[in-house]
């Protein structure tokens, strides 16, 4: 395990001590830059002999040769030229992190040899290298359990040459605070629910005054004055009490009207009296990805100074159950006035929400509504770990999403909705149900949350399949992924700035 490097730029200049690391294009040429590390001529023996071409995700690592100042000469692969969209740098950057060992100094090379490499990518790349590093080590108390050492590792120190040393600190400024806002939803994600209930929670969002955004945390007794009988009901089974938090980072026009991101905190989800199954419940942890996704957001936009009025509003609970825990076949009313029978107390989530939504609307007249939850095992078994679920009642906003997706990697996936679903969830003895039956289970969940938004424009993310366990990869070895932060803050920079 590494810890977080430290990263500066330089212009370039031959590296005198530790590890050289360059880029190579598919067809393996060596830029100017990049042979200057190299007078020896390693690499070209090397090359041939691992079969290495530059194809994206190949390594060569060879020891410098005798008479070099240098240790390690590495080289990446980067492949096609033309594939090397913002995303692929990021992962150039995991895949350079992944080359870094202990402590030592690194000297990484940006420049290709057929393609324009500027500040702009060096600093994509330096932000997936800060992305593909992080983990989650705090509670691991023999730190250094790789080589049997006590001592804590050191962070290697990196420096980045490139064309334009000025230009990527500047870019990296901007990288770095949205990699700090999705290892801030990963942290959030990760700790376990002992340390991270509801209270310990709205503390980490209240810690983003500190950036300059406005945090207010209501309690209880303020919630049960809003009316927010569904947000409650979930909450009464627990010793720990609810917060809703709303934070807002004012960097647009003052008559701007905001856009507004709301998620889903339950940080643990026992199922409630519907309890869950033993085996997997300490995924539940986890079930407050939403929330921390818009918390990461919300450091993210507040950090990199974004030019937009944004409102992000969490509503953290514990769906736990004692002996005033909410039972099968309550009736509860909501902020909206509405009432739910209640027939499974897993289906707690959008419980939750269907306050947040309301208060966001009533408050706030926001310019569109996203939530993010961790809404439904239903979505992994449509779409698996590699999509979110996306529904929307607006196709601009779905389409803006959805592109933002692409862009970001972090996908989405429509997904229907209609009148005939909306009927799956109407009681008979409430105006609706809290669950719609054996099958489209994440399309009647999506349906109660509707029920809850007016004519806003809207989307709902269901980010239980994405939000926590699913596969590592390039620029995310965690179990929490932090999912939902990239994905947000390019919809944003596209669409809703300046
Ligand atoms: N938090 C769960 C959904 C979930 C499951 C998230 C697995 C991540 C991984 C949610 O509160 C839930 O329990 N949903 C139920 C709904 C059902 C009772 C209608 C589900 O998916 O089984
Ligand atoms: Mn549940
Ligand atoms: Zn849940």
Same mark, same amino acid.
């Given at each position: 395990?590494?810890?977080?490097?430290?990263?500066?730029?330089?212009?370039?200049?031959?590296?005198?001590?530790?590890?050289?690391?360059?880029?190579?294009?598919?067809?393996?040429?060596?830029?100017?830059?990049?042979?200057?590390?190299?007078?020896?001529?390693?690499?070209?023996?090397?090359?041939?002999?691992?079969?290495?071409?530059?194809?994206?995700?190949?390594? =060569?690592?060879?020891?410098?040769?005798?008479?070099?100042?240098?240790?390690?000469?590495?080289?990446?692969?980067?492949?096609?030229?033309?594939?090397?969209?913002?995303?692929?740098?990021?992962?150039?950057? #995991?895949?350079?992190?992944?080359?870094?060992?202990?402590?030592?100094?690194?000297?990484?090379?940006?420049?290709?040899?057929?393609?324009?490499?500027? #500040?702009?990518?060096?600093?994509?790349?330096?932000?997936?290298?800060? $992305?593909?590093? *992080?983990?989650?080590?705090?509670?691991?108390?023999? %730190?250094?359990?790789?080589?049997? %050492?006590?001592?804590?590792?050191?962070?290697?120190?990196?420096?980045?040459?490139?064309?334009?040393?000025?230009?990527?600190?500047?870019?990296?400024?901007?990288?770095?605070?949205?990699?700090?806002g999705?290892?801030l939803a990963?942290?959030l994600v /990760?700790?376990?629910? /002992? =340390?991270l209930g509801p209270v310990e929670f709205a503390a980490r969002a209240k810690e983003l005054?500190?950036?300059?955004v406005?945090v207010e945390v209501l309690?209880? %007794?303020?919630m049960?004055?809003?009316?927010m009988?569904?947000l409650?009901?979930v909450a009464?089974?627990? =010793?720990?009490?609810p917060r809703l938090v709303v934070m807002r980072w004012?960097?647009?026009?003052?008559?701007?009207?905001?856009?507004a991101f709301v998620g889903k905190g339950v940080v643990?989800?026992?199922?409630?009296?519907?309890?869950?199954?033993?085996? #997997?419940?300490?995924?539940?942890?986890?079930d407050m990805g939403g929330a921390a996704a818009v918390t990461g957001l919300m450091h993210?936009?507040?950090?990199?100074?974004?030019?937009?009025?944004v409102v992000g509003i969490i509503g953290c609970v514990e769906?736990?159950?004692?002996?005033?825990?909410?039972?099968?076949?309550?009736?509860?009313?909501?902020?909206?006035?509405?009432?739910?029978?209640? $027939?499974?107390?897993?289906?707690?989530g959008?419980?939750v929400l269907a306050d947040a939504l309301?208060y966001c609307?009533?408050?706030?007249?926001?310019?569109?509504m996203v939530d993010l939850a961790t809404?439904?095992?239903?979505?992994?078994?449509?779409?698996?770990?590699?999509?979110?679920?996306?529904?929307? /009642?607006?196709?601009?906003?779905?389409?803006? $999403?959805?592109?933002?997706?692409?862009?970001?990697?972090?996908?989405?996936?429509?997904?229907?909705?209609?009148?005939? *679903?909306? %009927?799956?969830?109407?009681?008979?003895?409430?105006?609706?149900?809290?669950?719609?039956?054996?099958?489209?289970?994440?399309?009647?969940?999506?349906?109660?949350?509707?029920?809850?938004?007016?004519?806003?424009?809207?989307?709902?993310l269901?980010i239980?399949?994405?939000a926590?366990?699913?596969?590592? /990869?390039?620029?995310?070895?965690?179990?929490?992924?932090?999912?939902g932060v990239?994905?947000l803050?390019?919809?944003?920079?596209?669409? *809703?700035?300046?």
């Amino acid at each position: 395990m590494t810890p977080m490097p430290i990263i500066s730029f330089a212009k370039f200049a031959a590296p005198k001590k530790g590890t050289a690391i360059v880029l190579v294009e598919e067809g393996g040429a060596l830029s100017e830059a990049a042979n200057t590390c190299d007078p020896g001529k390693a690499f070209s023996r090397a090359f041939p002999v691992a079969e290495f071409s530059g194809k994206s995700g190949s390594v =060569v690592e060879v020891l410098a040769p005798e008479g070099s100042p240098l240790d390690r000469l590495v080289a990446i692969g980067a492949g096609k030229a033309a594939d090397l969209n913002d995303y692929g740098w990021l992962k150039l950057g #995991g895949a350079v992190a992944a080359q870094l060992r202990k402590a030592g100094e690194v000297t990484v090379v940006v420049e290709l040899a057929g393609a324009a490499a500027g #500040g702009a990518e060096a600093a994509k790349l330096a932000a997936g290298m800060l $992305l593909r590093s *992080y983990s989650f080590e705090k509670y691991k108390t023999r %730190k250094d359990e790789n080589n049997g %050492k006590d001592a804590p590792a050191k962070p290697a120190k990196v420096t980045i040459q490139c064309a334009d040393p000025a230009g990527a600190k500047k870019a990296f400024s901007d990288a770095q605070a949205v990699a700090d806002g999705v290892m801030l939803a990963r942290d959030l994600v /990760n700790e376990p629910a /002992n =340390v991270l209930g509801p209270v310990e929670f709205a503390a980490r969002a209240k810690e983003l005054e500190k950036l300059g955004v406005e945090v207010e945390v209501l309690t209880e %007794k303020e919630m049960k004055k809003l009316g927010m009988g569904a947000l409650l009901g979930v909450a009464q089974g627990s =010793v720990r009490p609810p917060r809703l938090v709303v934070m807002r980072w004012n960097g647009g026009k003052s008559k701007d009207k905001p856009v507004a991101f709301v998620g889903k905190g339950v940080v643990f989800d026992s199922g409630g009296v519907s309890i869950k199954p033993a085996a #997997g419940m300490e995924d539940m942890k986890g079930d407050m990805g939403g929330a921390a996704a818009v918390t990461g957001l919300m450091h993210s936009l507040a950090a990199r100074k974004a030019k937009v009025n944004v409102v992000g509003i969490i509503g953290c609970v514990e769906n736990m159950v004692d002996g005033n825990a909410q039972r099968p076949g309550d009736i509860v009313t909501s902020m909206s006035g509405q009432t739910i029978e209640v $027939l499974n107390t897993d289906a707690e989530g959008r419980l939750v929400l269907a306050d947040a939504l309301w208060y966001c609307n009533d408050r706030f007249e926001p310019k569109f509504m996203v939530d993010l939850a961790t809404l439904t095992g239903a979505i992994m078994v449509a779409l698996g770990q590699q999509h979110a679920g996306l529904f929307s /009642n607006n196709d601009e906003l779905a389409e803006r $999403l959805a592109a933002a997706g692409t862009t970001t990697q972090e996908k989405l996936w429509r997904m229907p909705l209609g009148a005939e *679903y909306d %009927k799956l969830i109407d009681s008979k003895n409430a105006d609706m149900k809290n669950i719609g039956g054996r099958h489209g289970g994440s399309i009647t969940a999506a349906q109660f949350l509707q029920r809850f938004v007016k004519d806003t424009a809207w989307a709902h993310l269901d980010i239980a399949g994405t939000a926590m366990g699913s596969q590592a /990869n390039e620029i995310n070895q965690s179990w929490g992924s932090g999912f939902g932060v990239r994905l947000l803050d390019q919809l944003v920079r596209d669409h *809703y700035e300046g």
